[in-house]
């Protein structure tokens, strides 16, 4: 079993840079895919950036494409997602989660995904 904790959220002007992480428990954490995911108000959620299992391959929306940065350390059961150039429509709830699956790429669809956070809130003001 896995439980996520995100952090790191918070409200930053357009143009600006957060770094959300990701807490994960569990001694299974390094065989299995991580993904970031949002929402935003009235919205349903989609997917930002996954990261396989090794952390060799990494998957983006293209609209965050050259902006965001997903990330892990395994040691520290971690994943990181740096956000770099935010827009107003970066605006939403974000998600941590996991793969159902071990030795997973790191697909885009969050229906591959088991265990997730509670979000943790990015404001990006115009």
């Not at 997602?81 to 790191?106: F, H």
Request: aromatic fraction near 12%.
């Amino acid at each position: 079993q896995v439980q996520l904790v995100e952090s790191g959220g918070g409200l930053v002007q357009a143009g600006g840079s957060l770094r959300l992480s990701c807490a994960a428990s569990g001694r299974t954490f390094r065989w299995y895919a991580m993904g970031w995911f949002r929402q935003a108000p009235g919205k349903e959620r989609t997917h930002v950036a996954t990261i396989s299992w090794s952390g060799g391959s990494t998957n983006y929306a293209d609209s965050v494409k050259g902006r965001f940065t997903i990330s892990r350390d395994n040691a520290k059961n971690t994943v990181y997602l740096q956000m770099n150039s935010l827009k107003p429509e970066d605006t939403a709830v974000y998600y941590c989660a996991a793969d159902r699956q071990a030795y997973g790429w790191g697909s885009p669809d969050q229906r591959e995904y088991e265990y997730w956070g509670q979000g943790t809130q990015v404001t990006v003001s115009s």
